[in-house]
């Protein structure tokens, strides 16, 4: 059976707001100095990956609307793959400016695709 390619999207906005939640009112200072939240935003980032990758398979003119979807899916398989490689300032500075564009993305084609 097909998962319903808003499954995949709901997995993004939650993972998005997760992040965002997690790093509310924190500077890239606050988060380094934070192992619990950099696992945690990794983790999120992840699922992001993980679900975009997977509804690109399923529906790829959906997923070619996410601004640098290819980019986010390489992302996932650095911090899977490269993990000894991933730097703090390069996942702060992915969810300080690129993730806000992704979270009204999401929303938008979620808003487009209706609630059935």
Not at 1 to 12: E, G, S, T, Y
Not at 42 to 53: C, D, P, Q, T, V
Not at 80 to 102: C, F, M, N, Q, T
């Amino acid at each position: 059976m097909r998962r319903d390619p808003r499954a995949f999207l709901w997995d993004i906005q939650s993972a998005a707001d997760s992040i965002a939640s997690f790093t509310a009112g924190l500077d890239h200072g606050a988060y380094s100095e934070s192992e619990l939240i950099q696992a945690a935003v990794e983790r999120k980032f992840e699922i992001i990956g993980e679900a975009l990758a997977q509804m690109a398979k399923l529906r790829p003119d959906l997923a070619a609307r996410v601004p640098e979807f290819r980019e986010i899916i390489a992302f996932r398989n650095i911090l899977l793959h490269g993990y000894a490689a991933v730097e703090s300032v390069r996942v702060w500075r992915i969810a300080d400016s690129a993730l806000p564009k992704l979270r009204a993305t999401v929303a938008d084609i979620l808003q487009e695709l209706g609630s059935e």
